[in-house]
């Protein structure tokens, strides 16, 4: 039985990328050569995951990155025989999630195994085509697992443990935030979600507003994929990536800002102006900057042996303007930079006394000024002082 299981994994086609995941790969193995060693050595790799067989190939293969997931995604017809293929593989991968540890451990030796696992019945194909119906939220591939991503090497790859950040846990622009939901629940909604750029004075939680929105939407299939300034060269490969994906996107640039030479400056308005690398109805790129105007503008540059010096600081200042949506978090006022102390004091299960604010006051005077980070730092430093 084993050795035939081994040999149906081997011809999969359509769901074939599941042999390259390393717990599969380990079970494969021991179906192949059955042993105590690769037996512990599966089960070991399965317990990563949980202790059911069952649940652990469905997960692997709903998230599969394969040619029928892409062309239900790209809305283009299914042949045939691909059609077929996916009804005999779902069927044989549920009759092997089915597999008992005592069934497989009789290959190997007497006895009961120090090390079991779980199955359970469930239908395969029923499952499969409930995750293609949900497409559009749940995605496909390392979109369907991770909902936050980097750039490594010209690939994309999961962030796989990123800020946690809540709205909920946000304090004070609410109206400033108001105006990214709106547009971010737009692109969600296919409507037109212009590019947003969050500008102002440092520690008002503009990078948090962003990740906060991701975290609040990724259940509606909204996926965040943060580059850095010196990525943005490869900012169209990424769209190309991207382009006909079912779920939508925030393209990420955090405190970004440019010098008067700077090549990334280039390849940033390029995109922003649209260009053949222009951006797809299922993303938007959002920036944060402490600068409106994003190039730093020197004395040097006004009197330079440039013919046409106006021309050029025009362009420069002029790729904030590139963006539809431009919004502006200022420090706060001393009272609301106190509600904000109050409101999270209340989070961290605090008393809010009058000496609490005085000393919040005089924690924000000594540091930069009043701002959202100055109060959430003073409030975790109270947080941390032992009880007595």
């Known amino acids: 039985m084993l050795k035939e299981y081994a040999e149906k994994m081997q ?22 050569e059955p042993s105590a060693d690769s037996y512990g050595d599966f089960v070991s790799g399965l317990y990563l995951h949980g202790d059911s067989l069952t649940d652990f190939l469905i997960d ?36 092997l ?9 009789s290959a190997v030796g007497a006895g009961k195994p120090f090390a079991c696992w779980e199955t359970s019945e469930k239908d395969f194909l029923n499952i499969y085509r409930e995750r293609i119906a949900a497409l559009h939220t749940k995605g496909f591939g390392i979109f369907a697992k991770y909902h936050a991503f ?6 994309i790859v999961p962030i796989k443990n990123p800020d946690p950040q809540k709205l909920s846990q946000l ?13 971010t629940i737009a692109l969600l909604n296919d409507k037109p979600a212009p590019n947003a750029l969050l500008y102002g004075d440092a520690g008002t939680g503009k990078s948090s507003t962003v990740k906060a929105i991701v975290n609040e939407y990724r259940d509606r299939g909204l996926r965040l994929i943060e580059l850095t300034k010196v990525q943005l060269g490869e900012l169209p490969t990424v769209i190309e990536k991207i382009a006909g994906n079912p779920l939508k996107f925030i393209i990420f640039i955090d405190d970004i800002s440019f010098s ?5 400056f280039s390849a940033l308005k390029a995109v922003l102006e649209g260009s ?9 790129i959002y920036c944060t900057s402490n600068r409106r105007h994003l ?72 540091r930069s000024g009043r701002s959202g980070r100055a109060a959430k730092h003073f409030i975790e430093l109270e947080a941390a002082k032992p009880i007595v």
């Open 11 to 32: 011809s999969l086609a359509v769901f074939r990328g599941i042999l390259q995941e390393q717990t599969v790969a380990k079970l494969l193995k021991f179906l192949k």
């Open 150 to 155: 980097s750039l490594k090497d010209g690939r």
């Open 171 to 183: 304090s004070g622009y609410e109206l400033e935030r108001e105006k990214i939901i709106a547009n």
């Open 260 to 264: 008067s030479d700077d090549d990334n």
């Open 60 to 95: 692997v293969v709903t998230e599969d990155e394969n040619v029928y997931m892409k062309r239900i995604a790209e809305f283009k017809e299914i042949p045939a025989n691909i059609d077929e293929a996916v009804r005999n593989e779902l069927e044989f991968l549920q009759v």
């Open 295 to 366: 190039v730093k503008e020197n004395f040097s540059d006004r009197s330079g042996d440039d013919m046409h010096a106006s021309d050029t600081r025009e362009e420069q200042i002029s790729l904030s303007e590139r963006f539809g949506l431009k919004v502006l978090f200022q420090k706060p006022t001393k009272e609301n930079y106190l509600q904000i102390v109050k409101n999270l004091a209340e989070q961290y299960g605090i008393e809010c006394t009058p000496d609490l604010l005085t000393r919040a006051e005089a924690y924000a005077l000594r």
């Open 97 to 105: 999630s089915r597999l008992t540890s005592e069934e497989a451990w």
């Open 276 to 284: 053949s690398a222009a951006k797809t109805s299922n993303m938007a």
